[in-house]
Nanobody, 128 residues
């Protein structure tokens, strides 16, 4: 199994930027679908980005497309979520997630919320 651990949350003003990190520990030799989902208070979880380990293809939710970027450092088994032009509606707890590739979630952004492995979450607060 693989265990994601997030870091990098905090507070920022609207229009600002923030970068979240996620270290994958455990069985990193396996191929996974990796990405992020978020959950705001009182709302359903929302998948925002998903891709393959190795980073050859990445898929974004419309709500973050053009503002958020997923990158990977495979040598460090680390994912990064660069978030630019942040809006108050981006306020949420952000979760890093990984799901074995054979379950086919690598191209379905909405599906990353159902991943078998997820971190504890990190809070992002965007003030207006």
């Amino acid at each position: 199994q693989v265990q994601p651990v997030e870091s990098g949350g905090g507070s920022v003003q609207a229009g600002g930027s923030m970068r979240l990190s996620c270290v994958l520990s455990g069985n990193t030799a396996k191929n996974y679908c990796v990405g992020w989902f978020r959950q705001a208070p009182g709302k359903e979880p929302e998948g925002i980005v998903v891709g393959y380990t190795g980073g050859e293809r990445t898929f974004y939710a419309d709500s973050v497309k053009g503002r958020f970027t997923l990158t990977q450092d495979n040598a460090k088994h680390t994912l990064y979520l660069q978030m630019n032009s942040l809006k108050p509606e981006d306020t949420a707890t952000y979760y890093c997630a990984a799901d074995p590739e054979e379950y086919g979630r690598c191209t379905v952004v909405s599906g990353i919320r159902w991943s078998r492995h997820r971190g504890q979450g990190t809070q992002v607060t965007v003030s207006s």
